[in-house]
């Protein structure tokens, strides 16, 4: 009876065992990249209809001083970016500038700068997706598991602004999942999923978007930063 019924329990506690066994191989992964002198990744978003996201293709590169370089195209127009803690500094069509700067504009150049404050790098956002990641488990390489559901609210809220005097956007069957790949013990490449539909206002929004953030040159990856841009970030 006794050894009937400990059996028991070690069979309901072991997917919960696994999870925990599966999360700590990301959140070691994670740790590990972010040991790294310095590396470089490219995120690409992919809607349901096969369209790209509003920024195209994201490329990083970040090294373990805290120094961010982020390059992406807006419209067709290409834009620079530095960060490091809390300063940013940013050039598009004309020179480098702060966020604070930029902040005090409308329109996109405004709404790219909420987004950048809001960026974390792969270290920081695979950590964290990892730890609200509900039941991840291993299978054929890859790490995988249902994202929690506040986590995929924020993920389809990333980046938006409520309007003066509008209510908060309402968020209606948000689903959520992501993938982690790890070689030789580092984190490689991770795939978000999210899927919901975003009523802001008069404004509904039905997301299905595929983003996929592939990591390379761990401990190769060059960063300099140009002289007016470093001047930007004191």
Not at 39 to 68: F, H, I, M, N, Q
Not at 116 to 135: D, F, H, I, M, W
Request: hydrophobic share 35%; net charge neutral; aromatic share 6%.
């Amino acid at each position: 009876m006794k050894q009937t019924l400990v059996l028991g329990l070690v069979g309901l506690m072991a997917p919960a065992l696994f999870a925990a066994e599966s999360g700590n191989k990301v959140a070691s992964a994670s740790k590990q990249l972010g040991e790294k002198q310095n590396y470089s990744w490219t995120t690409t978003t992919k809607e349901a209809d096969g369209s790209a996201g509003r920024l195209g293709p994201v490329d990083g590169k970040a090294d373990k001083a805290g120094l961010t370089y982020l390059s992406f195209s807006v419209s067709d127009v290409p834009v620079e970016v530095y960060m490091k803690g809390e300063k940013g500094t940013a050039k598009a069509l004309e020179g480098w500038q702060t966020f604070d700067d930029i902040a005090q504009t409308s329109g996109t150049a405004a709404a790219i700068v909420r987004f950048l404050r809001a960026y974390k790098c792969p270290v920081a956002q695979s950590a964290s997706l990892a730890e609200n990641t509900k039941g991840l488990k291993e299978a054929d390489g890859t790490l995988s598991g249902e994202l929690k559901e506040d986590t995929v609210k924020e993920l389809l809220l990333f980046g938006g602004r409520r309007r003066e005097g509008q209510e908060a956007p309402k968020i209606e069957n948000p689903k959520g999942s992501i993938k982690f790949w790890i070689k030789d013990g580092v984190l490689a490449k991770y795939e978000i999923k999210i899927q919901g539909k975003v009523t802001a206002g008069d404004r509904e929004n039905e997301v299905d978007r595929t983003t996929t953030v592939e990591i390379k040159d761990a401990g190769t990856t060059k960063l300099e930063v140009p002289d007016e841009a470093k001047q930007k970030l004191t």
